[in-house]
């Protein structure tokens, strides 16, 4: 069974600091991993995947993240943050086949002036 | 944008009452899916469906029927809705290109009281 792990539901940094988002997941089977971006009020939208190509994602917004398959780990992580990116960030799992489809719980992301 | 209306955005309604959500989508995708999101829980899978008259249940279904009669169109009903079910309901659609990604509407914020 596949599950995820959110390390801290809220994280606040500094506009300009680094953005770190943690992920842990567990898998039965190769994953496919996936970084969603909730703004209030909206609908999920895909930051970016991982789908066994490249370990190194890089997504919209400047955002990026890292496969590290000894960790089981998929962190999130943007150089320098911006306002606009405050919201709630969801990592995601699934099978390669797309079946089971796993959320995390989400972390809400705050920037601080 | 993947093409995914949800009606109603919002709706108010007393227990005991049936509701029907309604997914619109514009692609012809195979595959629709009903999520609940929750604070703290991220987003459980309700029912899915992979085509016409094809659907199955997910995590949380107690309580929730779906339909889909046309491929365009995927319903969930609450045949007699509990305070339980209050939250937002989001519809997704997997386009079943590489990458296995999910889309989402823009959900449905359900209260019942």
């Known amino acids: 069974a596949q599950s995820v792990t959110q390390l801290g539901s809220h994280v606040s940094v500094s506009e300009g600091a680094l953005v770190l988002l943690r992920c842990n997941y567990s898998?039965?089977?190769?994953?496919?991993l996936f970084w969603y971006v909730q703004y209030p009020n909206q609908g999920l939208q895909l930051l970016l995947k991982?789908?066994?190509?490249?370990?190194l994602v890089k997504g919209i917004n400047g955002f990026e993240a890292e496969f590290k398959k000894s960790e089981t780990s998929f962190h999130l992580t943007k150089p320098s943050a911006h306002m606009s990116d405050a919201a709630e960030y969801f990592c995601?799992?699934?099978?390669?086949?797309?079946?089971?489809?796993?959320f995390g719980p989400g972390t809400r992301l705050s920037v601080l002036p | 944008d993947a093409g995914i209306t949800q009606s109603p955005r919002h709706k108010v309604t007393e227990t005991g009452t049936p509701v029907t959500l309604r997914c619109h989508q514009t692609?012809?995708?195979?595959?629709m899916y009903w999520y609940r999101q929750d604070p703290g829980h991220g987003l459980r899978l309700i029912h899915y469906?992979?085509?016409?008259?094809?659907?199955d249940k997910g995590e949380v279904s107690d309580g929730y029927s779906v339909s889909r009669s046309k491929t365009e169109d995927f319903l969930l009903t609450l045949e007699s809705a509990t305070s339980s079910q209050t939250s937002v309901y989001f519809c997704?659609?997997?386009?079943?290109?590489?990458?296995?990604?999910?889309?989402f509407g823009p959900g449905t914020r359900l209260t019942v009281t």
């Open positions: 995601a799992v699934s099978e390669p086949t797309g079946q089971n489809f796993v």
């Open positions: 898998s039965s089977v190769p994953p496919y």
């Open positions: 991982y789908t066994s190509a490249a370990t």
């Open positions: 692609e012809n995708h195979r595959y």
């Open positions: 469906s992979y085509g016409v008259k094809d659907t």
């Open positions: 997704a659609i997997k386009p079943g290109t590489s990458g296995y990604e999910q889309y």
